[in-house]
């Protein structure tokens, strides 16, 4: 069974700095785009950043400038690299792929269990 697993999340002080990583693991044969979403208190899931398979990055217009997505393929790895952290970046942060594996017919979607960011003093 493919699962995505985070890492990285944490408490930090504003104009800090943290790194998420998501790593999928299982029967995988290719991965497609990767994204990164957050949900903040009382607030609709929205889109902070994806990465196509080959391409340009797109940013949600609240982290352009601050955030920054990458990948690995060798590792099925995504990272989200967070500078410049604001209150409002405080979230639940949730990564999103969508592959390939050897069970299932076509491409699938698969989400993270999500890792807390609390920017705060």
């Known amino acids: 069974q493919v699962q995505l697993a985070e890492s990285g999340g944490g408490l930090v002080q504003p104009g800090g700095s943290l790194r998420l990583s998501c790593a999928a693991s299982g029967r995988i044969f290719e991965v497609g785009t990767m994204r990164w979403f957050r949900q903040g208190p009382a607030k609709q899931r929205e889109l902070v950043a994806r990465i196509p398979t080959t391409g340009t990055p797109t940013y949600g217009d609240s982290v352009k400038g601050r955030f920054t997505i990458s990948r690995d393929n060798a590792k099925n790895t995504v990272y989200l690299q967070m500078n410049s952290l604001k209150p409002e970046d405080t979230a639940v942060y949730y990564c999103?792929?969508?592959?390939?594996?050897?069970?299932?017919?076509?491409?699938?979607?698969?989400w993270g269990q999500g890792t807390q960011v609390t920017v705060a003093s």
């Open positions: 999103n792929m969508v592959l390939q594996t050897f069970d299932d017919v076509g491409w699938t979607e698969r």
